[in-house]
Antibody, heavy 121, light 110 residues
Framework: EVQLVQSGAEVKKPGESLKISCKAS????????IGWVRQMPGKGLEWMGI????????TYSPSFQGQVTISANKSINTAYVQWSSLRASDTAMYYC??????????????WGQGTLVTVSS | QSVLTQPPSASGTPGQRVTISCSGS????????VYWYQQLPGTAPKLLIY???QRPSGVPDRFSGSKSGTSASLAISGLRSEDEADYYC???????????FGGGTKLTVL
Protein backbone atom coordinates (compact mmCIF):
# COMPACT_ATOMS: atom_id res chain seq x y z
CA GLU A 1 0.00 0.00 0.00
CA VAL A 2 1.38 3.40 -1.02
CA GLN A 3 1.64 5.78 1.92
CA LEU A 4 2.96 9.32 2.19
CA VAL A 5 3.39 10.49 5.78
CA GLN A 6 4.19 14.14 6.33
CA SER A 7 5.82 15.91 9.25
CA GLY A 8 3.74 17.80 11.80
CA ALA A 9 2.33 21.30 11.89
CA GLU A 10 4.75 24.20 12.18
CA VAL A 11 4.41 27.71 13.61
CA LYS A 12 7.15 30.10 12.51
CA LYS A 13 7.95 33.80 12.49
CA PRO A 14 8.52 35.83 9.32
CA GLY A 15 12.12 35.57 8.17
CA GLU A 16 12.70 32.15 9.72
CA SER A 17 13.69 29.10 7.70
CA LEU A 18 11.74 25.85 7.52
CA LYS A 19 12.03 22.37 6.01
CA ILE A 20 9.06 19.98 6.05
CA SER A 21 9.19 16.33 5.07
CA CYS A 22 7.23 13.55 3.43
CA LYS A 23 8.20 9.91 4.02
CA ALA A 24 7.09 7.45 1.35
CA SER A 25 6.48 3.73 1.63
CA UNK A 26 4.85 0.95 -0.34
CA UNK A 27 6.61 1.61 -3.67
CA UNK A 28 10.06 2.16 -5.15
CA UNK A 29 10.68 5.76 -4.11
CA UNK A 30 13.45 6.46 -6.60
CA UNK A 31 11.29 5.59 -9.63
CA UNK A 32 8.42 8.03 -9.18
CA UNK A 33 8.32 11.82 -9.23
CA ILE A 34 7.20 13.35 -5.94
CA GLY A 35 6.15 16.92 -5.39
CA TRP A 36 4.30 19.50 -3.39
CA VAL A 37 0.94 21.26 -3.62
CA ARG A 38 -0.05 24.36 -1.68
CA GLN A 39 -3.51 25.17 -0.38
CA MET A 40 -3.88 28.58 1.20
CA PRO A 41 -6.66 29.02 3.76
CA GLY A 42 -10.04 28.72 2.07
CA LYS A 43 -8.46 28.53 -1.38
CA GLY A 44 -7.77 25.98 -4.10
CA LEU A 45 -4.85 23.72 -4.94
CA GLU A 46 -1.63 25.12 -6.44
CA TRP A 47 1.10 22.92 -7.91
CA MET A 48 4.53 23.92 -6.67
CA GLY A 49 6.95 21.53 -8.30
CA ILE A 50 8.36 18.01 -8.37
CA UNK A 51 11.57 16.05 -8.04
CA UNK A 52 12.68 12.70 -9.40
CA UNK A 53 14.52 11.03 -6.51
CA UNK A 54 16.42 8.71 -8.85
CA UNK A 55 18.57 11.53 -10.22
CA UNK A 56 17.37 14.55 -8.18
CA UNK A 57 16.11 16.33 -11.30
CA UNK A 58 13.50 18.91 -10.29
CA THR A 59 11.09 21.26 -12.01
CA TYR A 60 9.09 24.10 -10.50
CA SER A 61 5.99 26.10 -11.28
CA PRO A 62 7.04 29.63 -12.29
CA SER A 63 5.04 30.90 -9.30
CA PHE A 64 7.28 29.00 -6.89
CA GLN A 65 10.64 29.03 -8.72
CA GLY A 66 13.16 30.71 -6.43
CA GLN A 67 10.70 30.79 -3.52
CA VAL A 68 11.14 27.21 -2.28
CA THR A 69 13.57 24.34 -2.74
CA ILE A 70 12.36 20.78 -3.27
CA SER A 71 14.74 17.95 -2.45
CA ALA A 72 14.73 14.23 -1.78
CA ASN A 73 16.86 11.64 0.02
CA LYS A 74 16.34 8.29 -1.69
CA SER A 75 18.26 6.42 1.00
CA ILE A 76 15.46 7.17 3.48
CA ASN A 77 12.56 7.51 1.01
CA THR A 78 11.86 11.09 2.04
CA ALA A 79 11.06 14.26 0.12
CA TYR A 80 11.33 17.79 1.43
CA VAL A 81 10.32 21.35 0.69
CA GLN A 82 12.18 24.20 2.33
CA TRP A 83 12.02 27.94 2.70
CA SER A 84 15.01 30.13 3.55
CA SER A 85 12.98 33.12 4.69
CA LEU A 86 9.29 32.63 5.42
CA ARG A 87 6.63 35.27 4.83
CA ALA A 88 3.15 35.55 6.27
CA SER A 89 1.84 34.72 2.80
CA ASP A 90 3.44 31.26 3.08
CA THR A 91 0.78 30.34 5.63
CA ALA A 92 -0.97 27.35 4.08
CA MET A 93 -1.50 23.62 4.10
CA TYR A 94 1.16 21.83 2.10
CA TYR A 95 0.54 18.41 0.60
CA CYS A 96 3.14 16.07 -0.81
CA UNK A 97 1.95 13.99 -3.73
CA UNK A 98 3.31 11.09 -5.74
CA UNK A 99 3.40 11.75 -9.46
CA UNK A 100 3.43 8.94 -12.03
CA UNK A 101 4.67 9.27 -15.61
CA UNK A 102 1.93 8.06 -17.95
CA UNK A 103 1.87 8.34 -21.74
CA UNK A 104 4.30 11.23 -21.72
CA UNK A 105 2.48 13.21 -19.06
CA UNK A 106 2.50 13.19 -15.30
CA UNK A 107 -0.41 12.35 -13.03
CA UNK A 108 -0.87 12.75 -9.28
CA UNK A 109 -2.10 9.48 -7.81
CA UNK A 110 -1.36 9.55 -4.07
CA TRP A 111 -1.39 12.34 -1.51
CA GLY A 112 0.06 12.87 1.95
CA GLN A 113 -2.12 13.99 4.83
CA GLY A 114 -0.88 17.58 4.70
CA THR A 115 1.36 19.80 6.84
CA LEU A 116 -0.05 23.07 8.13
CA VAL A 117 2.49 25.89 8.12
CA THR A 118 1.58 29.06 10.00
CA VAL A 119 3.80 32.12 9.69
CA SER A 120 2.98 34.88 12.14
CA SER A 121 4.84 37.44 14.19
CA GLN B 1 -6.74 32.90 -11.54
CA SER B 2 -6.62 29.21 -12.51
CA VAL B 3 -5.96 28.32 -16.13
CA LEU B 4 -8.46 25.45 -15.86
CA THR B 5 -11.90 26.94 -15.35
CA GLN B 6 -14.49 25.33 -13.10
CA PRO B 7 -17.76 26.71 -11.76
CA PRO B 8 -17.21 27.78 -8.14
CA SER B 9 -20.29 25.96 -6.91
CA ALA B 10 -22.78 23.25 -7.80
CA SER B 11 -25.69 21.73 -5.96
CA GLY B 12 -28.27 18.99 -6.13
CA THR B 13 -30.71 17.01 -4.06
CA PRO B 14 -30.17 13.40 -2.98
CA GLY B 15 -30.60 11.02 -5.89
CA GLN B 16 -30.07 13.67 -8.55
CA ARG B 17 -27.36 13.75 -11.20
CA VAL B 18 -24.96 16.70 -11.23
CA THR B 19 -22.15 17.58 -13.58
CA ILE B 20 -19.10 19.77 -13.02
CA SER B 21 -17.27 21.23 -15.98
CA CYS B 22 -13.58 21.95 -16.50
CA SER B 23 -12.44 24.12 -19.39
CA GLY B 24 -8.83 24.36 -20.51
CA SER B 25 -6.79 24.89 -23.66
CA UNK B 26 -4.87 23.01 -26.32
CA UNK B 27 -1.73 22.85 -24.17
CA UNK B 28 -3.44 21.02 -21.31
CA UNK B 29 -6.94 19.48 -21.48
CA UNK B 30 -6.91 19.44 -25.28
CA UNK B 31 -3.77 17.31 -25.39
CA UNK B 32 -3.43 15.51 -22.06
CA UNK B 33 -5.49 13.45 -19.68
CA VAL B 34 -7.77 15.09 -17.12
CA TYR B 35 -7.86 14.07 -13.47
CA TRP B 36 -10.50 14.74 -10.85
CA TYR B 37 -9.88 14.95 -7.13
CA GLN B 38 -12.37 14.98 -4.29
CA GLN B 39 -11.52 16.90 -1.14
CA LEU B 40 -13.83 16.23 1.78
CA PRO B 41 -13.88 18.91 4.48
CA GLY B 42 -10.66 18.94 6.51
CA THR B 43 -8.99 16.15 4.55
CA ALA B 44 -6.40 15.71 1.81
CA PRO B 45 -7.50 15.45 -1.82
CA LYS B 46 -8.23 11.97 -3.13
CA LEU B 47 -8.00 10.73 -6.72
CA LEU B 48 -11.51 10.25 -8.08
CA ILE B 49 -11.05 9.95 -11.85
CA TYR B 50 -7.79 9.35 -13.72
CA UNK B 51 -6.88 9.48 -17.40
CA UNK B 52 -10.09 11.41 -18.13
CA UNK B 53 -12.57 8.57 -17.57
CA GLN B 54 -11.06 5.84 -15.39
CA ARG B 55 -12.08 5.12 -11.79
CA PRO B 56 -9.57 3.90 -9.20
CA SER B 57 -10.65 0.79 -7.35
CA GLY B 58 -12.96 1.69 -4.51
CA VAL B 59 -14.52 4.71 -6.23
CA PRO B 60 -18.24 4.07 -6.80
CA ASP B 61 -19.47 3.88 -10.39
CA ARG B 62 -21.77 6.80 -9.57
CA PHE B 63 -18.75 8.92 -10.48
CA SER B 64 -17.79 9.23 -14.14
CA GLY B 65 -15.54 11.44 -16.22
CA SER B 66 -15.49 12.49 -19.85
CA LYS B 67 -13.46 14.74 -22.11
CA SER B 68 -14.14 16.40 -25.44
CA GLY B 69 -11.71 18.80 -27.05
CA THR B 70 -10.53 21.33 -24.49
CA SER B 71 -13.30 20.60 -21.98
CA ALA B 72 -13.94 17.85 -19.47
CA SER B 73 -16.75 16.94 -17.13
CA LEU B 74 -17.29 15.04 -13.92
CA ALA B 75 -20.72 13.51 -13.47
CA ILE B 76 -22.11 12.27 -10.18
CA SER B 77 -25.30 10.27 -10.34
CA GLY B 78 -27.47 9.15 -7.43
CA LEU B 79 -26.19 12.08 -5.36
CA ARG B 80 -25.60 11.31 -1.69
CA SER B 81 -24.98 13.56 1.30
CA GLU B 82 -21.45 12.20 1.65
CA ASP B 83 -20.61 13.56 -1.81
CA GLU B 84 -20.62 17.07 -0.36
CA ALA B 85 -17.03 18.17 -0.97
CA ASP B 86 -14.75 20.29 -3.12
CA TYR B 87 -13.91 18.86 -6.53
CA TYR B 88 -10.83 19.81 -8.54
CA CYS B 89 -9.86 19.01 -12.10
CA UNK B 90 -6.21 18.85 -13.11
CA UNK B 91 -4.16 18.32 -16.24
CA UNK B 92 -0.54 18.40 -17.30
CA UNK B 93 0.30 21.52 -19.27
CA UNK B 94 2.85 21.15 -22.06
CA UNK B 95 3.73 24.86 -22.09
CA UNK B 96 4.12 25.20 -18.33
CA UNK B 97 5.73 21.76 -18.01
CA UNK B 98 3.72 21.30 -14.86
CA UNK B 99 0.36 20.33 -13.42
CA UNK B 100 -2.51 22.79 -13.60
CA PHE B 101 -5.49 22.65 -11.26
CA GLY B 102 -8.91 24.11 -11.73
CA GLY B 103 -10.13 26.57 -9.14
CA GLY B 104 -12.35 23.95 -7.54
CA THR B 105 -16.09 23.45 -7.33
CA LYS B 106 -17.88 23.27 -4.01
CA LEU B 107 -20.68 20.72 -4.25
CA THR B 108 -23.59 21.14 -1.87
CA VAL B 109 -26.15 18.39 -1.36
CA LEU B 110 -29.40 20.13 -0.48
Amino acid sequence: EVQLVQSGAEVKKPGESLKISCKASGYTFARFWIGWVRQMPGKGLEWMGIIYPGDSHSTYSPSFQGQVTISANKSINTAYVQWSSLRASDTAMYYCARHSLVAGTIEIDYWGQGTLVTVSS
Amino acid sequence: QSVLTQPPSASGTPGQRVTISCSGSSSNVGTNYVYWYQQLPGTAPKLLIYRSNQRPSGVPDRFSGSKSGTSASLAISGLRSEDEADYYCASWDDSLRGVLFGGGTKLTVL
